[in-house]
Every structure is written in C-alpha cells, then in structure tokens.
C-alpha cells in the first residue's frame, strides 16, 4: 500500500470507530479521493482548464437490521462525527430489514489489475493542454468543411479507493483514467451538423491517437451532409458499436437486482430461459487487467469476478450487491457500487464478421450511428429512439438519414440479434460489438 | 462559510497572473432523504455538501479549481491553480473592489425550518404507499422516496459583490408498477419545490400516488404507440418538457456565444408560429427552478425568450454576456461548488392561447396526446430533439382513444413550433419534479405549457 492508499484506509478506519461510538452496530466506510484534471479548447486558444483534488466520505451504518447512509465531503472530525450521528439517528427511525446488513466475507488477495499508470500522473499540465489544441487544429485539417466546434478536451483522473468496516475488512486501490474527445461541427447548407468523438482508457499509451480521434470525429459529422428521413418501414437493424453500447446499458438495467426487487424489470421471473438469439453471450467481469470497469473488490469489498449474465441467449443470473441477493435469495455477483448497483466490465461477446461485412449481407435496412433519448422504462421493456445513420440497400449505404426514430422490444431486439461483429473494444465499462437485429420498425415519413 | 478577508484574499490570489474577473462560490448543503420498498421505509440518508470553487475568466477562458477543505493554504492553492488560466489566456489587469453585501430583495422561497422531525417523512412515505395500493389491485410495487434539502451559498465577486442565498428544495416521488400477470406499466409522480416538507399538507401523497397508480394501470392497458407521421397534442403542464428541449436549450448564451446553436445571430427572426411565446423565469414563488440569485449572484429575472414567433433574446450568465455585451440574465447555475457555472434555464413556459382543449381533441383526425413526457433531449446544433411519452393516447377522428405504450417523438425545434397551429387556454405549470442535465451537470428546473397542438411530427412506435 502506498502512503496515500494507508491515509485513505485510515480515514475510512476512523469513520468506522466513530460510527460505533455513535451507537451503530456495524458499519462500512468508503473513501475516495480524487485528482481531477480537464482542459477545453476552442480554436487556437484554451478555453477551460479545471484542476483540482476532491475527497468524499461515504458511510452506511447498521442499527440492528436498521439502515442508514451517509456522504459527505467534510472531513473534519466534528463534521464526520456530527453526520455520522445524524446518520444512526436515521437509522433508527426507519424500519426493520432483515437483508440489512454487511457481506460475511471479502477480498483476500489483492489481485495486480494494472489499473494505475503513473504517467497519467506525472504528465505536466501543458502536455495535456497541447493535447486539447491539437485535436482543435487536426478536425480542421481532417476536413476543411469543418468550421467550428462545441470544444476538444483532455481530461485525466487519478482516483484512490479505500474501505474499511466494522468487520475487520480493509482495502484500498489506486486508479487512473484518461481520455481525449472533440466534438465538429459543419454546415451543410444552412443546417449545423455535429458528432462527437472520443477516446478512454487507464493507461496513457493506450489512448487512440489525436490524428485518429480527429479524424474519426471528422468523419462522423461529414458523413451526414444532405440526410433526410428514410420511409416508415419494417427492416433490419444495424447498430454501430458505441449505439449498441448504450443497448446493453439498458439491458444491465433490466438485469440490476434492485429493478427486479422493485419490479422494474421485464426480465423479471426468466432466470433460465432462452431471450436471445445463439448470438447473445453477456459478461460482467470485474478481473479483466487494465480495463475500464475492473477493480479488485466492489463498493462493499467482495472480491470481483466474472460473471456470464446470457449464455448463447439464455438468462443465467441478474446481477446482484449483498443485500439485493439477501432479499432475492442469491449470492451477491459484486455488482455493488457503493451507493447501489453498478456494472463492472459488462460487454456482449465479440463476433467474427466485420461491421462491413454485416451491412453486406444486408437486403434493406438501417445502419445507426447515433441515438437520442434515454428514460427507459425496465418495467416494460419497450424501447424507442431517435435516430440517425444510413440507409442500406442491397449491402450498401444508400444515403445518409436522420430525425427519425427505431423501436421494438428490448425482448425483440435480444432474439433477433442475427450477427455481431469483431470491433469490440474495451474504451469504457459498458461496451458491445457492432450487432444486426432482423428486424424493428423504422419511423420516418 | 469564510469571512469577509478570506474571500477577499482568495479573489486577489486568484487575479494575480491577471485575468477580467475572478469570483468565489462557497457552499455548505445538508440534505435527509427517505426511501420506501416492499411497503417499509428501508433506508434513511444524510448527505453533507461543502465547499469552495474559485474562478478566474480571462476573455473566452476560465479556470476554475475547488477545495473541499476550508483550511487558508488548501484554497490559497486551489486560487493559484485557477490563475493559471492567465499563463495561457491573454489577461486582463482586473482591479479587486472591496466586498460589499448585496441583500436579497424578496425571497422566492417559503423556508421551512430546517429538517423536519424523521417521523414525519417517514409517515409521508408510508401513506403513498396505502395510496397507491389501495387505488388499483393490479398495482404490484410502490417505490417512494422524499428529499428534503438546504443549501446555502455565498458568492465573492472581484467586483465587490457578495451575495448570500439559502435555498430549500423539497421532492416527494412515487413510482408505481402495475401489472396484470401478463403485461407491465410504471407510473412515476413527483412534486414539491422550493418550500418545507408542510408543501405535501395540500399537494398530499395520496394524491401524488393515486396519480402514479393510475398511470401505471393506463400503462398495462397500453396499445403499441403508432409509428410515422402524425399530428400531436402536447397536453398542458408536463408538456412544458416540449419548450425545455425544443427551444430552451437552443437559447442559452455559450451556444449562441459560440455559435455552436442553431438559433445563433437569429434574434428578431422568426422561429416559431405567431401562437408561440415561451418565457423563462427565475422569479416563480416556490418553483424548483426559481433562484432569489443565480450561482453567480446575480438575481433571478422573468425573460421573454419568444415573443409570436419572434425570438426576443438568450440566456446568459456573466462570462458569455460579457462577450456578447449584454448583461446576465440570472441563467449562470452550477450543481455544485465542484463546477464552473453555466447559463440554464429555470422555469420555462408558454402563456395561454386561444383555443380550449375539447376544440383542440375535436380537431384531430389521427394522431396522438401527450399528456406527460418521462424526459427529453436536443442535439442543439441541428435542433433535433426527442422526447418520451410518460401518459399518451391515441385520438381518432376527434376522440382520445386507447391509452399508448410509452414512446418516442422526434422532432426538430423551428419546425415542430412553427407547425404549432392552436393553442389552449388551460396553461398551468408542471408538478415540480424535473432535473435538466447539461454538460454533466444536473439542476432543478421547472416547466409548464397550456394544451398545444403541432401539426405533424413523428412518432416512434411499432402499430400500424
């Protein structure tokens, strides 16, 4: 453990110690301290640059199986003791919960994630700006149609984790992130056309380069000049891999235990059946090295693993913290993210076929590139977007389209996945290959 | 929070590499919240806010750093790392006035007295919870929640102001499933304000669950929403959503400052129908999107942003009004001392119109009503937005017909108001429960609208 780390885990240690002074049975404390790092530029000038450490204290205290939670980001003694106290106060008003209560055990050995890179540390402030005014320079090199954009950032974090309860338990970890994202924007007549691009990972050397970053942004807000909406119709589904990432975001959300308790899930009671097509394999795994969604222990310290949630298209589990699996009567699946339930890595699995080829085998479809819209209701499992992309016909981009919109079933659209391609990539914690769906109804005109 | 010395020394800090401006925002925020699951209240929460962000503008440029110790050395610090925008900007010399307190005026609040006695948040959450079960035995979940919060600022400006604002913030929230062994529907009802938790004596739980199980049964019921082009009843209240995305995002000052929006360089122009005026205003009593002072100081004010069609005027907060030469609007709004402020919006609506709602359904051959709408999002280059239908029904040849599942609407801002082609009498604002995302940054907002009907839009289902 570093020094760092050992300061953090004393921090949440005597959290602990004040919380069973103040009365509690049992507690668990949470410290996160965090260095933040962002800076905008706008043409050839930096237009934000944002620096600063922040820490925050997260308590849950037990009163027998009564419960109560605390954050806060006053960390004087009086003003811990005083919301620590706050929060047994809580606790004892609300009602009793035999599910209440900490995990019976939690990570031994620390495994070597690789998730901290000192070079994110270390790189100097005018490293990073650079970085922020290049990706401002290359978007306009990578298309002189490019005439303005809404900014291109740098942004880097370093992030110590550590916990400590009542049990006996404590851990801590040390992680970094970093990333580079610009956002174009052209006319195509009179009409503003914009896309955003960008790149994240832990470790520095792993970041796309600024030249590919810029390019790609560059593309994507070309690409659409002159779109139009398509016909209302009936037809297959592409959906590009950061669309189909917003997917399974929406399908964890069904699969979250605390949907399930509160009947907010469309997945509710089909554990064991078959929802989606043979090409359905979905993971959350929290051991993968060096990735976005990995940690050695979850918000309560239970060792991560990994967990098959769809095997070839049936549902083997939802994804559970402690007291969810108490009250659901299952194992926790170190799902917790402290303050409820979080994804580790969860990504469905990759394909052979590339993108192309799947809108080569295409009759007549879409192919999406970006959606709008979120709010979704898990208790139905309807899903409708806005949308914009290609049309397809006969296995090629016809013309580009937009303002329009693409719904079906979250059950629908699991089932008639009939391929998914090979360009899966690890850029966050919740990420999916490029995938077709047979068919969904396409809103236009 | 910090005295008058402090802040003073921690402006000049922050100005000593030069710069145009330079202010401190400090902030101390409690907040107690209760949820009910499985008819018990599982869970109680004290969350504890403080804080100082210090900014440096510097033409287009900020720098911004926070400090969540209070401790001199830790926000001398975070003063030099947010004069470093000044290294890399072209600087100002700006003079540092001594501070003198700006008074609020007349308070937009009804403050309450602190947190409550736990009893008595509890109780709301367990009678929602009767409520709701007793309205409808398809109702197989109620989920509740109550927040009741205080937050108190003070905002040091190198222009000599200081201003002081203590703002309360309520939310009562129930969300309902129903189900009827085969399908599912959730409803989702929430209100309170600016105010004390005494706010739920008149708007009780009751009938903010009885509210959300009818929803929820409405929903079960659901046809599949047609798919296509179609004419729209936005209904009055919650459809304010359709000002907020459509047209309020598209007005605020950094877009048009940076001529990123689509309605940028256009004021005088014509954007909208002439049946269309939308305003903006900080200065609603009790609203969630009422400030007494924005996050910059600066008093809240009521803004024509349309006036008959015509776009009147942005949203702006210091730093982008200063570019444009205009003034701040009282729009600069942050989530917390951790952000550099924004211009948004507070609570956005139409006046009433001229027709009635029974004119309005009567005049519909086919299309649908929106009643309340789950969120909403714009893409403000280009104007397209969306938004999710909470409560809607189809209308056939002049009657509302069967409840629809929840959908989609897609749209784009000048051409969905300038297709707006009657509106209602019936104007009232939302139930207060909205919170607009910017930027990752998250702030209570409130909207309202009479009934409006728009000539054609598009509609995401998978009927016929």
Redesign the interface.
């Known amino acids: 453990m570093t020094v760092d780390e050992e300061g953090a885990v004393d921090a949440a240690q005597r959290a602990v110690a004040f919380a069973r002074q103040a009365g509690a049975d049992a507690a668990e404390a949470t410290v996160s301290i965090a260095r933040r790092f962002h800076a905008e530029a706008r043409e050839s000038a930096l237009s934000k640059l944002e620096q600063s450490t922040g820490k925050a204290l997260r308590v849950r205290v037990f009163a027998g199986s009564r419960k109560a939670t605390l954050s806060t980001t006053d960390f004087t003694p009086e003003g811990v003791r005083d919301a620590i106290a706050q929060a047994v106060a809580a606790a004892r008003l609300v009602a009793d919960d035999e599910f209440a209560g900490l995990p019976e055990r939690f990570v031994e050995d620390l495994p070597a994630l690789d998730l901290y890179d000192p070079h994110v540390d270390r790189r100097p402030g005018d490293e990073k700006v650079a970085d922020a005014l290049a990706l401002e320079r290359l978007i306009r090199e990578s298309d002189a149609r490019i005439s303005n954009s809404s900014g291109s950032h740098f942004n880097d974090a370093s992030v110590i984790t550590a916990i400590a309860n009542s049990a006996g338990f404590a851990g801590a970890y040390a992680s970094t992130r970093a990333g580079r994202s610009t956002g174009p924007i052209a006319l195509d007549g009179e009409i503003r056309r914009t896309a955003h691009y960008g790149t994240a990972a832990r470790r520095f050397a792993e970041l796309e380069g600024l030249r590919e970053v810029a390019a790609c942004a560059a593309r994507r807000t070309t690409e659409l000049f002159g779109a139009r909406k398509p016909p209302t119709m009936r037809c297959a589904v592409i959906f590009e891999r950061d669309v189909a990432a917003t997917i399974l975001e929406d399908v964890f959300g069904a699969l979250s235990a605390s949907n399930v308790a509160t009947g907010n899930s469309w997945l509710i009671d089909r554990v064991g059946s078959r929802i989606g097509s043979d090409a359905v394999t979905i993971v959350d795994d929290g051991r993968m090295p060096g990735k976005l969604g990995s940690s050695p222990f979850d918000g309560e310290g239970l060792p991560t693993r990994r967990t098959p949630v769809f095997e070839r298209g049936v549902l083997k589990t939802f994804l559970y913290d402690t007291y969810y699996a108490r009250k659901l009567g299952a194992h926790s699946t170190a799902n917790s993210n402290g303050s409820g339930i979080g994804t580790n890595n969860f990504y469905l699995e990759a394909g052979k076929d590339s993108l192309e080829a799947l809108i080569a085998s295409t009759q007549r479809g879409v192919l999406v590139l970006d959606t709008i819209g979120f709010a979704t209701e898990h208790a139905s499992g309807t899903y409708s977007r806005g949308a914009r992309g290609f049309l397809i016909e006969n296995g090629e981009r016809t013309y580009p389209v937009d303002e329009f919109t693409i719904a079906g079933s979250y059950a629908e659209m699991l089932a008639g996945i009939d391929g998914v391609a090979s360009d899966l990539r690890f850029d966050a914690p919740v990420v999916s290959p490029s995938f077709r769906v047979t068919e969904m109804t396409v809103s236009g005109n | 929070m910090l005295d008058d010395a402090t802040l003073h020394a921690l402006v000049t800090r922050a100005l000593r590499r030069g710069g145009d401006f330079a202010d401190v925002f400090c902030e101390r925020r409690s907040a ?1 919240s ?1 949820r009910l ?2 008819g ?12 100082v962000g210090i900014r440096v503008v510097s ?11 209070l401790d001199l050395a830790a926000l001398m610090e ?1 003063a030099d ?1 947010a004069s ?2 000044s290294r ?2 072209p600087a100002g010399s700006a003079r540092v006035a001594d501070l003198s307190a700006v008074p609020i005026a007349a308070s937009q609040y009804r403050d309450g007295h602190g947190p409550a006695d ?2 008595a948040y ?1 109780g709301l959450l367990a009678r929602a919870d009767r409520a709701a079960r007793a309205f409808d035995p398809r109702v ?2 109620v ?1 509740a929640h109550v927040t009741d919060e205080h937050q108190e600022v003070w905002i040091a400006t190198s222009e000599g102001r200081l201003v002081n604002d203590r703002r309360p913030l309520v939310t009562l929230g129930v ?1 309902v ?1 129903a ?1 009827d062994g085969r ?4 409803g989702y009802v929430g209100d309170g304000g600016r105010t004390s938790i005494a706010f739920f004596d008149t708007a009780t739980p009751e009938l903010l669950a009885r509210d959300a199980a009818r929803i929820a049964a409405v ?1 079960v019921e659901a046809v599949p ?1 047609p ?3 179609m004419e729209m009843i936005v209904g009055a209240g919650g459809g304010g959503v359709l000002l907020h995305e459509a047209v309020g995002h598209g007005l605020e000052g950094d877009f048009n400052r ?5 309605y940028s360089g256009r004021i005088g122009e014509r954007v909208a129908s002439e049946l269309v005026t939308i305003f903006d205003d900080g200065n609603l009593p009790e609203e969630r999107g009422s400030v007494n002072v924005d996050d910059e100081g600066v008093p809240g004010q009521h803004k024509v942003l349309v006036e008959r069609g015509v776009l009147r005027g942005y949203m702006q907060d210091v730093l982008n009004g200063r570019l444009m030469g205009v003034e701040s609007t009282g729009s600069g709004r942050r989530q917390s001392f ?1 952000f ?1 402020p924004q211009p948004r919006m507070c609570n956005t609506y139409m006046p009433n119109g001229e027709s009635t709602f029974e004119e309005i359904v009567a005049s519909t051959k086919r299309g649908i009503l929106a009643k309340s709408f ?2 909403g ?3 403000i ?2 104007g ?5 239908v909470g409560e809607g029904y189809l209308v056939e040849n002049g009657k509302i017909a069967a409840p629809i ?8 801002g000048p051409d969905a108001m300038t297709k707006v082609v009657a509106v209602a009498g019936d104007g009232r604002l939302a139930r207060r429960h909205y919170t607009c995302g910017k930027a990752g940054q998250y702030v209570p907002v409130g909207v309202g609208m009479p009934s409006v009907k728009i000539a054609s839009i ?5 009927g016929a």
């Open positions: 107690v209760y699951q499985d018990r209240v599982h869970e109680g929460s004290v969350a504890v806010t403080v804080g033409g287009e440029s900020a720098g911004y750093a926070y400090s969540d110790d975070a790392a470093l925008i890399a900007a736990a009893a509890v197989v979940a989920n969300q499933v189900s399908e599912r529907g959730s929903n929403a798919a296509g082009e940076r001529g990123t929006s689509l951790r550099l789950a969120g999002q714009v893409e280059s280009k397209d937005f969306v938004f999710m599942k929840n959908a989609t609407i897609v749209g784009n598009t509609v995401g289902g998978t």
